[in-house]
């Protein structure tokens, strides 16, 4: 019996053998199916690692009850009364959802089908793994190292707080997944595909999902130049006017104008004004029934003394040091950019030439870093004031005046990088401009964003400083970017067990976040 399976067995490896020999598989694996099987490998993992950290159903489901209130030819939610931890819009005795629509349009054939019974969670996930398959894509049309391609990949799916976003659901946060991915999205039609109609459509459907997107208009335009902006010819003189071609700029223009459009119609069937997005009459609701938030908004929506809340966030906050079990916890007030993605410190070196810069400006950060973790106010074991529930906070010398400065690197690097684009690096130049128009309107806001891990507005002009990460990196993967990003990775993977599965079981009988 066993001879006789040998015997069946030979013939049959002899046969793969020669198959093998013969370039049969090679036939098999073209370019083409190559490239799908990598997609659907990037899309899968994505989804598996997501799926398994994520949340269930959130309550803040008000993209499903949105989308039922367009099954049912309404734009108002009938119970909102009976929903309290929606932020409403609420106007002539109507419950309006807040956010743009976008949210409500992409879960709208699943509520069709499963009502208000989708998981809304299991859909940002799955944008979650659409994103990571944008994003593989879009390093495969700009890098043909594949170390590169994945790495990068790698860094903006695990290694940023969009994978915290992604996996909550709840209305807020699948919002940043879903103009992430749509951003991307047109990050990839201006880039590698260089189709600016549908470059401009993605960017819409982005500020129908976050409505600061929009202010990454300028990227594309410039990056979009070398279509409808003209050389000088060198024989003759030709007007500023006639060097511009203006296919190219109506395509833009009317890509994202499509959706813009779409935005104002839908405004004014909810407010009777095209340009009232619902943010002043959710401020007027709010205001009346929050004391909390009538403090907080004492100054209106937008005011230059809020700036003085989101800075901190942004450049200088790190998270909650302990001297007992877990030692490390996140704050759901947030932590700076770089603390939760130390590789985006690459970005304030794109396009950055001069070597003396480089030196200069990698020892400022890391003593800016070093300060920061041992002299953040209430967050760390040498902070100035002391927290109840965390016995270590234990002042052994004053480090305020370099605390106060700890922002001044970050700006300078960044002032540098401004030149740097104005000097010819387009690219360059295009990314700080979608990002900055966003950071101010950030910066003037008055809530930044809380609960969360890290600074999740950022997740607004993410796609923008991933590419200039990319760009401070160069086109080859070296020692320390792997470290930088393997630490980013650990730092979100952290984020999100600490959060998500060891705070609400009590794992250890520990707390695992704080305020």
């Known amino acids: 019996m066993a001879g006789e399976q040998a015997a069946w067995k030979r013939p049959t490896l002899q046969r793969w053998w020669s198959a093998l020999n013969s370039g049969y598989f090679d036939r098999l694996t073209t370019p083409w199916t190559r490239t799908i099987a990598l997609t659907l490998l990037v899309f899968t993992l994505a989804f598996v690692a997501y799926r398994l950290t994520g949340q269930g159903p959130p309550t803040a489901n008000g993209p499903l009850r949105l989308a039922d209130a367009f099954l049912h030819g309404r734009l108002d939610i009938a119970n909102g009364a009976d929903l309290p931890w929606i932020d409403w819009a609420f106007y002539e005795g109507k419950y309006y959802i807040l956010e743009p629509p976008m949210m409500a349009i992409v879960v709208l054939p699943g509520v069709l089908v499963y009502g208000l019974d989708l998981n809304q969670t299991l859909v940002s996930i799955v944008i979650g793994g659409l994103t990571a398959v944008v994003v593989f894509r879009l390093m495969r049309g700009l890098s043909e190292q594949f170390s590169v391609q994945v790495w990068l990949t790698l860094l903006l799916i695990f290694g940023t707080v969009?994978?915290?976003?992604?996996?909550?659901?709840?209305?807020?946060?699948?919002?940043?997944?879903?103009?992430?991915?749509?951003?991307?999205?047109?990050?990839?039609?201006?880039?590698?595909?260089?189709?600016?109609?549908?470059?401009?459509?993605?960017?819409?459907?982005?500020?129908?999902?976050?409505?600061?997107?929009?202010?990454?208009?300028?990227?594309?335009?410039?990056?979009?130049?070398?279509?409808?902006?003209?050389?000088?010819?060198?024989?003759?003189?030709?007007?500023?006017?006639?060097?511009?071609?203006?296919?190219?700029?109506?395509?833009?223009?009317?890509?994202?104008?499509?959706?813009?459009?779409?935005?104002?119609?839908?405004?004014?069937?909810?407010?009777?004004?095209?340009?009232?997005?619902?943010?002043?009459?959710?401020?007027?609701?709010?205001?009346?029934?929050?004391?909390?938030?009538?403090?907080?908004?004492?100054?209106?929506?937008?005011?230059?003394?809020?700036?003085?809340?989101?800075?901190?966030?942004?450049?200088?906050?790190?998270?909650?040091?302990?001297?007992?079990?877990?030692?490390?916890?996140?704050?759901?007030?947030?932590?700076?950019?770089?603390?939760?993605?130390?590789?985006?410190l690459y970005a304030l070196f794109a396009g950055v030439r001069n070597r003396a810069v480089i030196v200069a400006g990698a020892a400022m950060l890391t003593v800016t870093i070093a300060v920061l973790i041992f002299s953040a106010r209430g967050l760390s074991w040498f902070g100035l004031s002391y927290a109840a529930d965390y016995d270590f906070q234990v002042r052994l010398f004053s480090l305020d005046t370099l605390y106060d400065l700890s922002v001044l690197p970050f700006l300078l690097l960044i002032g540098y990088g401004i030149y740097v684009g104005l000097r010819g690096n387009k690219l360059v130049l295009a990314c700080w401009s979608a990002i900055i128009p966003m950071a101010i309107v950030h910066f003037l806001y008055p809530i930044t964003g809380w609960p969360q891990f890290g600074y999740r507005y950022a997740l607004d002009y993410y796609p923008f400083l991933f590419l200039l990460t990319w760009m401070g990196m160069g086109n080859r993967i070296r020692w320390h970017h792997m470290i930088l990003i393997a630490a980013s990775v650990a730092i979100n993977l952290a984020g999100v067990l600490w959060i998500y599965k060891f705070d609400p079981n009590a794992v250890g009988g520990l707390r695992w976040v704080s305020w």
């Open 162 to 344: 969009y994978w915290w976003n992604a996996v909550n659901g709840g209305i807020w946060y699948f919002a940043h997944a879903l103009s992430v991915f749509f951003l991307f999205l047109a990050v990839y039609e201006t880039l590698v595909a260089k189709r600016p109609f549908t470059a401009g459509l993605f960017l819409g459907a982005a500020y129908l999902a976050r409505l600061p997107t929009l202010l990454a208009f300028p990227f594309f335009l410039i990056m979009f130049s070398d279509k409808w902006w003209r050389p000088k010819p060198e024989t003759t003189e030709v007007s500023l006017l006639a060097r511009i071609d203006l296919k190219p700029l109506l395509q833009l223009g009317s890509g994202v104008g499509i959706l813009v459009l779409l935005s104002f119609v839908y405004n004014y069937l909810r407010f009777e004004d095209p340009l009232n997005t619902g943010y002043s009459v959710w401020a007027d609701y709010t205001s009346g029934n929050d004391p909390g938030l009538k403090l907080m908004l004492a100054q209106g929506l937008f005011d230059v003394s809020y700036v003085s809340r989101t800075i901190p966030l942004v450049f200088q906050a790190v998270p909650v040091f302990s001297s007992h079990a877990p030692y490390v916890i996140p704050s759901w007030s947030g932590m700076a950019v770089w603390a939760t993605t130390p590789a985006f």
